[in-house]
């Protein structure tokens, strides 16, 4: 019964893709029409210019920040250290 309980409420915070608009369930349980009907796209055209214009004026360009990226380092130093996990877990 917990289980159902923290489903339920992770459907009812669940925010989805671009639009920023929740969807009835998690993306992955819904069919194909669900979707397209719930985000208001035609699944063969996509978005009308009409929506497209909406959606730019209400949420923005679809832009990444300015933010530091990825550092060489930090990824070598995290692939040594999970490395070493596992051995660490094999003797």
Do not use: F, W
């Amino acid at each position: 019964m917990t289980a159902n309980k923290n489903k339920n409420k992770e459907v009812a915070i669940h925010v989805s893709g671009q639009a920023n608009e929740p969807l009835s369930g998690l993306p992955h349980t819904l069919n194909i029409e669900q979707i397209c009907n719930e985000t208001k796209v035609d699944p063969k055209d996509g978005l009308t210019a009409v929506e497209a214009a909406s959606r730019l004026e209400k949420y923005g360009k679809n832009e990444l920040d300015d933010g530091p990226g990825v550092s060489p380092g930090k990824i070598l130093l995290r692939q040594v250290a999970n490395a070493m996990t596992l051995v660490k877990r094999t003797i």
